[in-house]
């Protein structure tokens, strides 16, 4: 298999999906995005030059370029957009079912020899390759969020991943500028099965009145030297994806170590899913962050 990847489809203009276009085609790559409604695609291309404009004004990448990137950019109205693509990565909402649909949508318009990758954070590489005509021509390609600024990629092999596609897409993830850590097909893999049972915790630290959401954050700033504390990292990642990845550890691994913590269901319920809903754990809504208990 000696294919060459030249043009990149992404599924999925949000968050992750915007961010994985906006690498790739900095890297030199053309790229069809595609979302369920024209205007998320023009969402997601808006983020993208936005944040290219950041870049140049902090020095990261010239006028020249992100010029040249954004023009490699450009929607896909349909599925059919991605009959001349070398790969797809689908980076769409945290739910099997979905995803399985929309590789079942997808197959049938691409080349025999194209590439599906999957972004997801925590479901089975096995299980979705199974849902699709290729099976050894797919695995899981986990970017970090935000996908401009972080470097790594998990690459998840499937039990039916081929050697060819692993080395293919690997080559692909270092053109990106990206470092490589190879992960088991495992629930979660490794990022994940480590930081969102901490996150949990903290939402039971919260939960069990051992803190407030100010004392919790600031704890594990101050005292873990982490970036940003555990609830604020959970308002930035989105409580539903939070809930999803614990609950495909919960019903992946049986143990009652990864039973999410009531509290945050109780805030998916009510539609507080972080800054995108602007509030969760914090309210987003006036001038600064207010944590909401």
């Not at 993208?48 to 006028?63: C, H, K, L, P």
């Not at 986990?142 to 600024?149: G, I, L």
């Not at 992960?183 to 630290?205: G, H, K, Q, S, W």
């Not at 805030?267 to 972080?274: D, I, K, M, N, S």
């Amino acid at each position: 298999m000696g294919m060459k990847i030249r043009k990149v489809g992404v599924i999925g203009a949000g968050q992750m999906g915007n961010g994985i276009a906006h690498v790739c085609a900095l890297a030199g790559y053309d790229v069809a995005l595609f979302d369920i409604s024209k205007e998320r695609v023009e969402a997601g291309l808006a983020t993208i030059d936005g944040n290219m404009t950041r870049q140049v004004a902090s020095g990261r990448i010239t006028e020249a370029e992100r010029d040249t990137a954004i023009a490699r950019i450009v929607a896909a109205p349909a599925m059919d957009s991605f009959d001349d693509t070398d790969i797809v990565i689908e980076s769409a909402s945290e739910i099997e079912e979905v995803k399985r649909k929309i590789f079942a949508e997808l197959c049938p318009h691409l080349r025999e020899d194209a590439l599906i990758a999957t972004n997801t954070s925590s479901i089975s590489i096995t299980r979705l390759a199974a849902s699709t005509d290729r099976p050894e021509r797919f695995m899981g390609m986990h970017f970090m969020n935000p996908v401009p600024v972080m470097e790594l990629v998990e690459l998840v092999r499937g039990i039916a991943t081929d050697d060819p596609t692993f080395e293919i897409v690997r080559g692909f993830a270092e053109t990106l500028g990206k470092k490589i850590a190879n992960a088991e097909d495992y629930p979660a893999f490794i990022v994940n099965r480590i930081l969102l049972p901490m996150i949990n915790e903290a939402v039971y630290t919260l939960y069990e009145g051992v803190g407030s959401v100010e004392s919790i954050d600031k704890a594990m700033r101050l005292g873990a030297n982490h970036p940003m504390g555990p609830l604020q990292l959970a308002d930035f990642i989105g409580l539903d994806t939070c809930l999803s990845i614990m609950q495909v550890l919960y019903d992946g691994l049986a143990d009652s170590k990864y039973r999410p913590c009531p509290l945050l269901v109780k805030y998916v319920e009510a539609g507080w899913l972080g800054r995108k809903t602007q509030r969760g754990f914090y309210d987003y809504r006036g001038e600064k962050p207010v944590p909401t208990r």
